[in-house]
């Protein structure tokens, strides 16, 4: 079985990935992780030893391959997860050792060929098309190959699911083909969560699910409230996730792992969503998907945004309900 997982930064798609490869394996087939991003500076680094730690355990045996996926040999039977293809376009674009403006060709015959030799291929993507924003010259031909390969994946292969803050949306397939193993339903609150993109109608729809004529709104950028009790409809959470990364001394490298006992921020804002359950559990949460479109190239950024998707995940992992918006329309996605 062959699949094509999507996200934004920060959505939950790399953990859904590898525990879809995992669930297809055959038992004592070979698992293989083939790892697309060169540690060339210490944030690649990061991104490195965090994926590593996610996956630990799981039995993958990693193949670091940044260019030229025709090249790869598969053992027989394998399972194959291959992140991510958004590392891969760049490197076949504008490395020395990759094909330039022939990028989308040569991603699209190597991935037939890995398809072709493994028993179930998953492939992760980045959603960098999310901002509205059209780019000069080789970084919208970047968008273009990256856009033209994901397609083409997506037309081939029986399932393409897109990750919204940890919460599987199937646009082909559906859960039956992933074979995930079903878990315990953790305990949930009261709590709604409600996400889209930008000026989509989400605070109209919060108000209505607050179920109060009148709700009480805090607005996000404001900081954290000093009783959440008085608090019905939260907006624009992510700048709360901003405000409290700069309050506790900068962004963080990562929501949880071990990091997070040496890094002020992720302590923050895992305090902070504790707290929003604890004192309000029928707090209706307004988010925004804002790890979608290019890495900015602004580090403080980059880990802001990435630092946003992954606390939004934990709040919807927790939450009752979680709604999308677009144009106005609502659209439940759990509960």
């Given at each position: 079985?062959?699949?094509?997982i999507?996200g934004?930064?920060?959505?939950g798609?790399?953990?859904?990935?590898?525990?879809?490869?995992?669930?297809l394996?055959?038992?004592?087939?070979?698992l293989?992780?083939?790892?697309?991003?060169?540690?060339?500076?210490?944030?690649?680094r990061?991104?490195?030893?965090?994926?590593?730690?996610?996956?630990a355990?799981?039995?993958f045996?990693?193949?670091?391959?940044?260019?030229?996926?025709?090249?790869?040999?598969?053992?027989?039977?394998?399972?194959?997860?291959?992140?991510?293809l958004?590392?891969l376009?760049?490197?076949?674009?504008?490395?020395?050792?990759?094909?330039?403006?022939?990028?989308?060709?040569?991603?699209?015959?190597?991935?037939?060929?890995?398809a072709?030799?493994?028993e179930?291929?998953?492939?992760?993507?980045?959603?960098?098309?999310?901002?509205?924003?059209?780019?000069?010259?080789?970084t919208?031909?970047?968008?273009?190959?990256?856009?033209?390969v994901?397609?083409a994946?997506?037309?081939?292969?029986?399932?393409?699911?897109?990750?919204?803050?940890?919460?599987?949306?199937?646009?082909?397939?559906?859960?039956?083909?992933a074979?995930?193993?079903?878990?315990?339903?953790?305990?949930?609150?009261?709590?709604?969560?409600?996400?889209?993109g930008?000026?989509q109608?989400?605070?109209?729809?919060?108000?209505?699910?607050?179920?109060?004529p009148?709700?009480?709104?805090w607005?996000?950028?404001?900081?954290?409230?000093?009783?959440?009790?008085q608090?019905d409809?939260?907006d624009?959470?992510?700048?709360?996730?901003?405000?409290?990364l700069?309050?506790?001394?900068?962004?963080?490298?990562?929501?949880?792992?071990?990091?997070?006992?040496?890094?002020?921020?992720?302590?923050?804002l895992?305090?902070?969503?504790?707290?929003?359950v604890?004192?309000?559990?029928?707090?209706?949460?307004v988010?925004?998907?804002?790890?979608c479109?290019?890495?900015?190239?602004?580090?403080?950024?980059?880990?802001?945004?990435?630092?946003?998707?992954?606390?939004?995940?934990?709040?919807a992992?927790?939450?009752?309900?979680?709604?999308?918006v677009?144009?106005?329309?609502?659209?439940?996605?759990?509960?």
């Open positions: 079985m062959n699949g094509l999507l934004g930064s920060g959505s798609k790399s953990a859904f990935a590898e525990n879809l490869a995992v669930s394996a055959r038992k004592g087939a070979p293989l992780y083939i790892a697309t991003m060169a540690a060339d500076d210490s944030e690649s990061r991104r490195i030893a965090r994926h590593r730690r996610l996956r355990g799981k039995g045996f990693t193949l670091e391959k940044y260019t030229r996926l025709e090249e790869v040999q598969l053992p027989a039977g394998a399972t194959v997860l291959l992140e991510c958004s590392n376009a760049a490197n076949e674009m504008f490395s020395p050792e990759g094909r330039g403006k022939q990028a989308a060709q040569a991603m699209e015959e190597g991935l037939a060929r890995l072709g030799q493994a179930n291929l998953i492939v992760v993507s980045n959603d960098v098309f999310g901002d509205g924003t059209c780019y000069p010259g080789e919208e031909e970047y968008r273009q190959a990256l856009a033209k994901n397609q994946l997506a037309d081939r292969f029986p399932l393409t699911v897109e990750l919204v803050h940890g919460i599987p949306v199937y646009w082909k397939g559906g859960p039956e083909l074979c995930l193993e079903k878990t315990e339903k953790k305990e949930t609150l009261s709590m709604k969560l409600v996400t889209g930008a000026y109608g989400k605070l109209a729809a919060a108000r209505m699910l607050a179920g109060k009148e709700p009480r709104i607005e996000g950028a404001q900081g954290e409230p000093a009783d959440w009790g608090v409809v939260l624009h959470f992510p700048e709360l996730v901003r405000r409290t700069q309050e506790a001394g900068g962004p963080a490298s990562g929501a949880g792992g071990p990091e997070a006992k040496e890094n002020p921020g992720t302590q923050a895992e305090a902070l969503a504790e707290r929003m604890r004192e309000n559990p029928s707090l209706v949460v988010t925004r998907e804002i790890g479109g290019l890495v900015p190239m602004d580090a403080e950024e980059r880990l802001w945004r990435e630092q946003a998707g992954r606390v939004s995940c934990l709040l992992e927790q939450a009752a309900e979680v709604y999308r677009c144009c106005g329309q609502i659209q439940k996605i759990k509960g």
